[in-house]
């Protein structure tokens, strides 16, 4: 079994960043596909980013792209994620998860999330 733990979030005023963390435990994490994902009220849990083992491969949702980078830090077990020119749409809880393989922006990929992390934007 894998735990994801996320920090990092919080209150930033548009055009501010914010540097998310997703520490993990358990199952080697050097060997997943990792991603972030975002959820508001009455939405379903919508893909932000994705990134592979090595970090080689990035993949990016349109509306962040040039402004979020997903990185990862095999030898310490955390994932990344650095929120630029942040907006108020950016606003929602974020999680990290572990893929188990498959769609890298479908959630049902994803075996393993952590319990999130809140980040607000504002206006």
């Known amino acids: 079994q894998v735990q994801l733990v996320e920090s990092g979030g919080g209150l930033v005023q548009a055009g501010g960043s914010l540097r998310l963390s997703c520490a993990a435990s358990?199952?080697?994490?050097?060997?997943?596909?990792m991603g972030w994902f975002r959820q508001t009220p009455g939405k379903e849990r919508e893909f932000v980013a994705a990134?592979?083992?090595?970090?080689?491969?990035?993949f990016y949702t349109d509306s962040v792209k040039g402004r979020f980078n997903i990185s990862r830090d095999n030898a310490k077990n955390i994932l990344y994620l650095q929120m630029n020119s942040l907006k108020p749409e950016d606003t929602a809880y974020y999680y990290c998860?572990?893929?188990?393989?498959?769609?890298?922006?479908?959630?049902?990929?994803?075996?393993?999330w952590g319990q999130g992390t809140q980040v607000t934007v504002s206006s």
């Open positions: 358990g199952r080697t994490f050097s060997s997943y596909v």
């Open positions: 998860g572990q893929s188990r393989g498959g769609t890298y922006a479908s959630t049902h990929s994803y075996d393993y």
């Open positions: 990134i592979s083992w090595s970090g080689g491969r990035v």
